[in-house]
Nanobody, 126 residues
Framework: QVQLVESGGGLVQAGGSLRLSCAASGLTFSSYAMGWFRQAPGQGREFVSA???????YYADSVKGRFTISRDNAANTVNLQMNSLKPEDTAVYSC????????????????????WGQGTQVTVSS
């Protein structure tokens, strides 16, 4: 079955950096569009970033210029480099996967994704 396992979360001071990774198994990774979402306490799930099969990327305005998404099809991983972190970035970050027919397709809504990881906590202190 499809499994997505996130890693790399932790506690960091404002202005610091973290690199999240999501290891995928049980799927043909190169055929899937991938995404990152986050959920803060008492909040709904928020789109962070997405990457298509072909490597096209898309970011929420709140993280544009600070976060970078990338994928390694040989290693079946998708990464999220997070720089210049702010306290408002504090949340549980989850990766998501969905098959995509076209190389340029990416998804930005939670209900567009079929598979989810369990999430990793990111806490940014002020």
């Amino acid at each position: 079955q499809v499994q997505l396992v996130e890693s790399g979360g932790g506690l960091v001071q404002a202005g610091g950096s973290l690199r999240l990774s999501c290891a995928a198994s049980g799927l043909t990774f190169s055929s899937y569009a991938m995404g990152w979402f986050r959920q803060a306490p008492g909040q709904g799930r928020e789109f962070v970033s997405a990457i298509s099969r072909g490597g096209s990327t898309y970011y929420a305005d709140s993280v544009k210029g600070r976060f970078t998404i990338s994928r390694d099809n040989a290693a079946n991983t998708v990464n999220l480099q997070m720089n210049s972190l702010k306290p408002e970035d504090t949340a549980v970050y989850s990766c998501a996967a969905n098959p995509a027919n076209y190389r340029g397709t990416y998804y930005t809504k939670p209900n567009e994704y079929n598979y989810w990881g369990q999430g990793t906590q990111v806490t940014v202190s002020s």
